[in-house]
């Protein structure tokens, strides 16, 4: 039963110690995010790794390319385990490497040395040990626009990867006019520009998207603007240009928990992002009013792999004297991803 596993993971927890760090990302589920030792969104995690030196065992409750990047951060002799190790994560995997590089030869020879990548976090750890080896760096959806100004003081132009709706919103803020943005299309090899002189592009987004933030619309924003316009409109940045500026307010998870925390009692939220975070923000939120932007509720099916059973299943394994699914990225690749990272860490 529930009662029996939720018991002998806290048997389990208390038996290692400070042996063992459980990070959950806030898109994690209610019956796992209670057994973490810290919660975060993908920043503060990223940052909770990097500091913690004391546990050999660090079993991440959140995405592949989350636990990737807690190895790279870690020491030696920490192991990194992933309970599921289906919970992928589908915008990582829309870029992939020999595509990457691929593509990077092509965009070289049409601009030569002026683009700086830059690579959301949500991506392999090849594509941030790219991104490293090219002098580029790391950003999360709470430091893009700190990270983008900061590439902009290296080169002319920035290939942003893999998150094209990230990568756009975090330009249009800082100013760079749509016009002067393209897309650039791994599938065909082709960069998608309407204006005449390509010359005049300054952000080249890769051609990924996050399949549960698309399924935040116009349409539910013009729907909740008809039936209820004293709601506020909260989204996370990786919903795309037109539902952004349709909002209120956009920001990473952390932004959108802490937005909703010091609104005042009785006010009104539709929130775009991920369902487990909307459910919990709804019930410890009973003094305001909180619905999903979509009304039909978005999860995402990769967090939601990891659950109560492989939580239990991994930390019994550790009982045991096994360490199952464990993460590890291989020295070269882990060395270059790192330069990417510790960019990142240290403009933050
Ligand atoms: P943040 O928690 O950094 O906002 O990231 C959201 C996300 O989609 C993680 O996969
Ligand atoms: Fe990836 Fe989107 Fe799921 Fe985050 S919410 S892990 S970006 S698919």
Not at 18 to 46: C, M, W
Not at 49 to 70: L, P, R
Not at 172 to 200: C, H, Q, R, S
């Amino acid at each position: 039963s529930a009662d029996e596993m939720e018991r002998r993971v806290r048997e389990i927890k208390q038996k290692f110690g400070k042996r063992l760090f459980i990070p959950g990302h806030h898109y994690q589920k209610d019956e796992v995010i209670q057994f973490a030792n810290e919660t975060g969104d993908s920043l503060q995690l990223a940052q909770v790794s990097a500091e913690n030196k004391e546990a050999e065992f660090i079993v991440f409750c959140g995405v592949h390319f989350m636990a990737e990047t807690a190895d790279i951060l870690t020491d030696e002799n920490q192991k990194v385990i992933l309970p599921d190790m289906r919970a992928g994560c589908s915008m990582a995997d829309m870029a992939d490497i020999d595509q990457t590089e691929r593509s990077w030869e092509k965009l070289q020879s049409t601009f030569g040395d002026t683009i700086l990548p830059l690579t959301y976090v949500n991506s392999t750890a090849a594509i941030k040990s790219f991104v490293g080896k090219n002098g580029g760096a790391t950003v999360t959806s709470s430091n893009a626009k700190k990270m983008v100004s900061w590439a902009f003081t290296q080169k002319e132009r920035i290939l942003f990867l893999p998150d094209q709706h990230l990568g756009r919103n975090t330009a249009y803020d800082l100013g760079v006019p749509l016009d002067k943005m393209a897309v650039w299309n791994p599938i065909t090899d082709t960069l998608e520009y309407e204006g005449d002189n390509v010359e005049d592009i300054v952000v080249i987004l890769w051609k990924g998207h996050c399949s549960v933030h698309e399924n935040f619309t116009v349409k539910n924003i013009e729907q909740i603007r008809e039936e209820k316009p004293d709601m506020n409109i909260l989204v996370h940045p990786e919903c795309s240009r037109e539902v952004v500026a349709l909002s209120d307010y956009a920001g990473s998870t952390k932004y959108i928990i802490d937005m909703i925390k010091q609104a005042p009692k009785g006010s009104k939220w539709a929130i775009g992002t991920e369902m487990n975070l909307v459910k919990r923000l709804i019930d410890n939120n009973p003094d305001k009013e909180i619905v999903s932007l979509n009304p039909y509720m978005c999860p995402c099916l990769t967090m939601n792999r990891i659950d109560l059973p492989h939580l239990l299943w991994t930390l019994e394994e550790l009982e045991q004297g096994n360490v199952v699914n464990q993460i590890a990225v291989d020295e070269t690749t882990a060395k270059y991803a790192t330069l990417a990272l510790d960019k990142m860490l240290q403009n933050v």
